[in-house]
T-cell receptor
């Protein structure tokens, strides 16, 4: 079956540091890949996505590239801010079918950024 | 544009009590979902509804029932709550296949924090 593995957290960084959160997946076919962000007390928000191999998703300074050869979708940001403190989830949805919100999630990575 | 709205936001139940979590979306999406979020486990799919009139089990359906009332509304019912159902519950909705192919992903509500004592 499908599965997503994220790097263990929590991750603590100083403001303006470089961020990488690793994500690898196991899936049949060609899934779509996503990063969601959850701020304290809120629901999940879609941060970025990629729907095919070598696609790069980007949003708010965050980037992730769909690497089929390494089955990875690592999240990066060149300079984090205190406001980026949140929980980040990597997820995939299977290709085909009609339920594109049927997602398999990683366990989440807590990011804390200090001034 | 409200997106996905869940009620209530917080609830405390005693073991054995029943309750229904309500969810409504105003994005004209065909598909709706219920997830639960537990520490260290990410989100897990409880039930989903690919389209109005259909529902299917997800990864962790035991102890739950759902109703797709119409295209907008999808409710989750706990018939006899257990402490293991203490969790944060999220409703989500998604579009279907677009003319350019599937885009994927889902829009989430704010969540319901449920405690069963």
């Amino acid at each position: 079956g499908n599965s997503v593995t994220q790097m263990e957290g929590p991750v603590t960084l100083s403001e303006e540091a470089f961020l990488t959160i690793n994500c690898t997946y196991t899936a049949t076919g060609y899934p779509s890949l996503f990063w969601y962000v959850q701020y304290p007390g809120e629901g999940l928000q879609l941060l970025l996505k990629a729907t095919k191999a070598d696609d790069k998703g980007s949003n708010k300074g965050f980037e992730a590239t769909y690497r089929k050869e390494t089955t990875s979708f690592h999240l990066e940001k060149g300079s984090v801010q205190v406001s980026d403190s949140a929980v980040y989830f990597c997820a995939l949805s299977r290709s085909g079918g009609t339920s594109y919100g049927k997602l398999t999630f990683g366990q989440g990575t807590i990011l804390t950024v200090h001034p | 544009n409200a997106g996905v709205t869940q009620t209530p936001k917080f609830q405390v139940l005693k073991t054995g009590q029943s309750m229904t979590l309500q969810c409504a979306q105003d994005m004209n999406h065909n598909s709706m979902y219920w997830y639960r979020q537990d520490p260290g486990m990410g989100l897990r799919l409880i039930y989903y509804s690919a389209s109005e009139g259909t529902t299917d089990k997800g990864e962790v359906p035991n102890g739950y029932n759902v109703s797709r009332l119409n295209k907008r509304e999808f409710s989750l019912r706990l018939e006899s709550a257990a402490p293991s159902q203490t969790s944060v519950y999220f409703c989500a909705s998604s579009e279907g296949r677009s003319g350019r192919g599937p885009t994927g992903g889902a829009f989430f509500g704010q969540g319901t924090r449920l405690t069963v004592v």
